[in-house]
Every structure is written in C-alpha cells, then in structure tokens.
C-alpha cells in the first residue's frame, strides 16, 4: 500500500504532467496586492463616496453610487442600519457633533436626516425628517456646537437648518457657480462656503445676518484661481486658506505655491506641530499632482513635499496629542500616515484595488476608516506595528 507521502508525490506528478496550477498566497498577493486593513466593508453594490467615524464610537456611516447609506461597525463589519430613501448617488453622509443624528446627502437634492433612538447603545436610529431646497448636494457640514447644517449645493445656493426642527434658518445666495466646498470656522462663529469666497455670520442673539462680512472675488488678483475646490481654517479661527482648480493656493494674506501649474487643489488641512503652538499655523495641502505641501505660515516657508503616486484626494489631521501626525489619501490606492514634523512616512495603508475617494479619522485618530472606488470600506490603524 502507498505511503501518504508517495501517493502526495504521484498526484504532484500527476498535476505536472495534466499542466495544473495551483494558486499560491503569493499569486494572490500578486493579483490582489497587499492588504494591511483591520476590518472591511462590503455592503455597497457600487463606488463609495463618502465615508465618516462616529465622534466616539466604534462607528462609521458611508454613501455610495447605490444610493444608499450604511451605518455600521468598524470592528466586525455588521450593518448598523441601512439607510435609504435617495433615487440618485449619496455623495456626503456626516454626523452631528453629537454623534446623535446622521446627514445624508444626495445628487438627487435630498438631505435625509436620521436619529439615535434610546440612550442604551447606538444599536437603533430612526428616520427624522427629510430637508428641501438644494438642487443637488456637494456637500454637508454639521456645526462644530449645535445642531445646525450646512449644505452646499449645484445650483450656487447654501443652506442652513436648524435639527432636529428642520426649520430652514437662512438660504445664502451670492455664487454664481456651484458651491464646492464651505467650513465653520473651529469655534463655531463664521461660515466660508465658497466657490467665490464669501462668509457670514451665523444668527447671533436671535438676529439673522444674510449679508456677506467680505467677499473676495477673481476680480481681486489674488484669487483668480479658476474656481476655488478646497478650503482650510486654521485651530484659532482667525485664518483661512484657499485652493484652486489651477494649482494656486492662497492665504488670505499671501500666496503659496509648491504645486504644478493647471493641477487642482483638492485638500488643505492644518497641523499641530508642537500642543502648544501659536501663530498662523501650519497648513498643509494636496493636489491632483499627488504632492502634498506642509507650508508653516509664520515664516511662509514650504517646510517639506510629500507625494503619492496619483491625486490626493483626502487630508486628514489627527487630533490632539497627536497633532503633529497627518493621514492622506490618494487614487493611487493606498493611505498613508506621515510625520509632519520632518516629513517620514510612519505606516502606508494598502487594500483597496481602486483609487480611495475619502477618509475619516476616528477614536482618537487610532484608526482611519476608507472609502474605495471599488466598491469597499477598510479600517486601519494609524499606529505602526512592531513588525513596520
């Protein structure tokens, strides 16, 4: 009778002489490439758009080309609850600062708000109310201290809700292109939407201020930048930078450079160097020429280029006491976790199979949850490992 191991070598021969393959872990890192992710999501029947970590929890909520939303949990992948109701792609999903309601918003103009029921867990949410108004959503963003919204919209119009009422607080007009991109400042008192800069003061005392405080325009040189497609507010609220469609990057008292002409700006974030840093800042930003620029803005010196292969799509800024740390996210299908102080690169994050089309920080900034074009979220950590 034939040994276990002969009988093991005759089919190998067997499977040599029929010319059988058989696939190894290395042809399938081969295939795949390598992926270093802690957690995966794969709910979405199409590209994902938009993905945010709850302010606390082991959660995020995502949107996608499906039309649908998900919260879930980072840890093992469970759907939380899905959230439906859009009829076109869901391009922003956020939660308040709170993390007790949930903003979807959609290319078809709906802003669909959701909220925890109970206190127990965040287990179970229920649909809220729906807001009307935009034409198609480009973005949302919840106030840093209350429960008011922001959304910017196709149609070069900006609205703000009161939640969980609904009541709309005030429609900003004055663009005359869509609105691409709008921040609070951090503490709470100013709102910069912008395809052209403009800003107002949020309602004060009860009082409503619909007039623009300032209003730069491409009639101003400094800000002729083909249409403006990111913005930053720096920790103290007292400054603001601009990117363009054309490569140019503005603070709002100067101009930097650092990126090629004609590539478009797509992130700009601050960075906290040292806990006790005062001044301007840091500003950092990234363009579709997957440069990203670390500019310390006391002394208007470009400190250090980073880079990626393809477009930066995402910057992200982790929090205090690890501000000096900086994650970023490309559509040459990866993130990465650098040191801002000096520019080396701490962990790169690999999984997706297609370019990563936004990020979010949570607990803490220990991990970053992605949103892939492929179809597929994926957690990390943001720490490097001993084996790194």
Known sequence: MATEKSRNHEIDQMAQEEGDQFITPDDVLAEHGEDNS????????ASVFTVAMHPTEALAVSGGEDDLGYIWDITDGEVIVKLTGHTDSVTS????????????????GRVRIWRRVGRENYRT????TELQGPDEVVFLRWHPKGNVLLAGSKDASLWLWQLPSGNTMQVFTGHISPVE???????GTLRIPLKILLGWRPHILGSSFSTPIFKLTPDDARFNLDGITSLGVNPS??????????????????????????????AIQFVRLTNSETGPGVAVTGATDGKICIWDLTTMRLRVTLEHQDAITTLLSVPSPQGHLLVSASADKSLRTWNARDGSLIREHKGHQGPVLGASLGLGGSVVVSAGDEGVCLVFTTEATDDE
């Open 125 to 128: 949410w229920e649909f809220l």
């Open 38 to 45: 802690v957690q995966g999501f794969t709910a979405h029947q």
């Open 237 to 266: 609220s007292s400054l603001a930078v601009v990117g363009g469609a054309a490569g140019g990057v503005r603070e709002v008292v100067a101009t930097l450079g650092g990126h090629t002409e004609g590539e478009s700006i797509e």
């Open 93 to 108: 999903a956020t939660w308040s600062s709170d993390g007790e309601m949930i903003a979807t918003g959609g290319m078809d």
């Open 181 to 187: 991109c709008g921040e609070f400042t951090p503490d």
